[in-house]
């Protein structure tokens, strides 16, 4: 064992046993007001100091209270779906694809090993190397160094990625297309759970952005011509055509308030599961809303199409 090994394993153990005796029965009340949680703070000191959630100290910033239940939150809306991959394989990859900070990659490893006990690696991709930097040091502060494994790259150029073979693939808050990134690659590589929270969806609000003003702007045309209700409404009307495209691709698809609204407005969650075939409808209704709201479409229709299966 080297030094440094030693002394980050000292530091752990030092820190839980703060942990422990901070997180009295008391405290640990006041700060969940009787919600069921998976991740409390006693036993997951580690994680939550590598999350930046818990002070040298062990107390949580009352800044950081919010942030701790979104975590929570957001780990029981994926649960049912982790259950199904539980009883399907005796270990779970993951790509999250642009991980950024890494938030959900540590969250699911841990509960993997932790609460589950049943092991889940995850790949993490980012183009950022600098984030990636610190994915890898708050991984090391987590103990999941195991588990986690991070690469800077694009995700249409991570070789990793494409060898990695994932049963799901989960992307929290990819701006814009970035999402459509990771639906399409999902898809490609066959993942039976795609998981997206999106984030910042512009690329249909630019198509409308470009029919505000015409005379053949129709029924649509109030929306189109105000830039603040064009980008609210197409944020909606972008993962509605989202759900649909995936239905067309044999997925079966949900869209869920992922964490409360009081908390962010970012907090839909478009969970995918693998179905037994594709739905025969959801293309003509795609078609049928593209129509309906001035004739501008997805590119992920385009990406998507080979990947439909009969």
Known sequence: MS???ATRDRWAL???ARAHAHWTTVRTEELLHGKAVLIRPADAALLLRALGLLNGDASMPPAQVRKYLQINHMVGMLGPAFAELRARHPRIRLLDA???RSYLTLLLAWCGARVWRHPIEVLGVDRNPDVIEECRRRTAIAGLDELVRFEAAALDGSAAAAAWAPHGVIALHACDTATCDALALGVGLEAEL???A?????ELARGWADLAGRETAGELAPIWNTPHLRR???AHVTDAMRMLLLRAAGYQVAAIEFVPSEHTRKNTLIRAERAPAPDADAARQYAALVRATGGVGLAL???LVPHRRA
């Open 14 to 16: 030092e820190f839980e």
């Open 3 to 5: 030094r440094s090994t």
């Open 194 to 196: 795609l998981a997206v």
């Open 232 to 234: 609210e409404t197409a």
């Open 301 to 303: 229709e385009h990406r």
């Open 98 to 100: 642009g991980c950024g």
């Open 198 to 202: 999106p984030c910042c969806q512009a």
